[in-house]
């Protein structure tokens, strides 16, 4: 699944390309998951400009001229994909066809990929928002008995990490994701909150080093412990595995546990 440092990728490509085009056609293939009809959601958008698409969380948005928002949660396979005049991709569940003839398909072979009209602002805050900080987290952990990893991950708490970049910032940390959330010490939830943003803001630049024109996939040939198909880290250390959550967690041992 797509996580932040991936979408944050692709809505940079998706405003370069599509900024200022107009929305020609909208072909709703697909119509189960829509919060709307099809007909209310082409006749929202259908005919106006894009102004630009966003990150919201694990989604992107849309941006039209006329204050509509078109979000996208591309779930576990859904996918991004150009097309000039005639869309021969399968698995399609929406078509936009925008001036310029350049047109874009989200697909999904298990068609559980959402667009929703509008969607309503989320409570939780972004991961890569100010507010994201120490104290922040001091907040959240110190009252919980969770696994911290499970806090990281939970989006009503705060929104866009997912498991592939939680064991990262545990390995950058050099904090087990196993740990108690609320006793883990100050200092440590210090390296914590900065690992956060190093790590996703470091991965987009990676992502775009390897893919610059990325709308979809993703680039993990960088990642130190998150890799499923080597024995070790970069670095030589062991890699190991356990499921927390019901999620395959891949750490070092050398990552201090706090329990």
Avoid: C
Avoid at 29 to 50: F, T, Y
Avoid at 93 to 114: H, M, N, R, V, W
Avoid at 119 to 127: C, E, L, N, Q
Wanted: net charge positive.
């Amino acid at each position: 699944m797509p996580e932040l440092p991936d979408l944050q990728a692709f809505s940079h490509n998706l405003t370069k390309v599509l900024k200022g085009r107009k929305l020609l056609k909208l072909n709703v293939v697909q119509s189960k998951k829509l919060n709307v009809s099809a007909d209310e959601l082409v006749l929202a958008l259908q005919g106006q400009v894009l102004n630009k698409v966003v990150r919201e969380g694990k989604t992107l948005q849309l941006k039209f001229s006329n204050n509509q928002t078109l979000g996208l949660h591309l779930m576990l396979h859904g996918a991004l994909r150009w097309f000039d005049s005639e869309n021969t991709h399968k698995f399609t569940i929406l078509e936009l066809y925008f001036d310029g003839d350049k047109s874009l398909a989200l697909t999904d072979f298990q068609k559980a990929a959402t667009p929703t009209l509008n969607p309503k602002k989320a409570d939780a805050p972004d991961a890569l928002d100010k507010e994201v900080d120490e104290k922040f987290w001091k907040q959240k952990f110190v009252k919980s008995k969770k696994p911290v990893k499970a806090i990281l991950m939970d989006q009503k708490v705060v929104r866009g990490i997912g498991n592939a970049y939680a064991d990262e910032i545990f390995y950058d940390a050099g904090l087990s994701p196993f740990s108690i959330a609320s006793k883990i010490p100050d200092d440590e939830i210090k390296v914590l909150s900065k690992s956060i943003r190093k790590v996703l803001e470091d991965a987009e630049k990676q992502i775009f080093k390897v893919e610059p024109d990325i709308i979809n996939g993703e680039v993990r040939d960088f990642f130190n412990v998150h890799r499923p198909k080597q024995k070790t880290t970069p670095r030589g250390e062991t890699i190991l595995q356990e499921e927390l959550s019901s999620r395959k967690t891949y750490y070092v041992k050398d990552q201090k546990l706090f329990d």
